[in-house]
């Protein structure tokens, strides 16, 4: 199986995977930078992922579906599992802003 690989489209794909994730990689740190990252990074991965199936399905459909599928089963629990806890992180910052709002510094129900 192995002997009959294409290895020149393999080494195209490749370099062009590496050559990608350098222009991928300085777009990630200009939105880290900017702080339009914050809560994303999943869909980053995502985006990273898709670009090296992608790849691969230059070289094999069939292999990129199967690894495809292997990643959304592997993934998909992290990607519930991200937003979850985003989202979480979220409301308790907006619960603090809104206590602030409402009670200033000082703590509700404690003598002054």
Known sequence: MMLGMNWGLIGIVYLSLILLSI????????????GYAE????????????FTLAGIAVI?????????????????PMIIGARWRFAQKRNHGQAGQI???TYGNHTPGLAE
């Open 23 to 34: 222009g991928y990689n300085q777009l990630i740190g200009w939105l880290e930078k900017h």
């Open 39 to 50: 809560g994303y990074t999943v869909d980053l991965v995502i985006g990273g992922v898709a």
């Open 60 to 76: 094999s459909v069939d292999a990129a579906l199967i690894t495809m599928g292997g990643f959304v089963c592997s993934g998909l």
């Open 99 to 101: 206590k602030e709002v």
